[in-house]
């Protein structure tokens, strides 16, 4: 059985002691949302099991679009809120940060799939 995870912490079944069974938490195996949740690395797991006992082997994903979010705060970035070039002084910030990201992403896609 193959299951999907997008966080490495779900490989770890825990025992509901009320009702005594393991549940673990799978999840998608691609970025479902722009959200901070989603820049974890993604998994999938396969469930070996044997008698009784059984495991979960997380797999890697390598092939995942990178992800990255940022955060900016124009008040903390000194710009003069009276220049009358401000608004191309804000897009060329952003824009910065933005290629910044795309860098970031293209570095962590080439080191995963070496």
């Not at 820049?39 to 099991?49: N, R, S």
């Amino acid at each position: 059985m193959i299951v999907y995870f997008n966080v490495y912490y779900f490989f770890r079944p825990e025992f509901n002691e009320l009702l005594k069974f393991y549940i673990t938490q799978p999840g998608s195996s691609v970025q479902t949302s722009l959200s901070e949740s989603e820049l974890a690395p993604k998994h999938v797991g396969i469930l070996k099991i044997y008698k009784k006992s059984f495991k979960m082997e997380p797999i890697p994903l390598r092939s995942v679009r990178q992800f990255k979010m940022g955060h900016i705060m124009l008040s903390e970035c000194n710009l003069n809120v009276t220049d009358k070039n401000i608004e191309n002084k804000i897009e060329k910030l952003l824009a910065s940060r933005v290629l910044k990201l795309v860098s970031e992403c293209e570095k962590g896609f080439n080191k995963t799939n070496k």
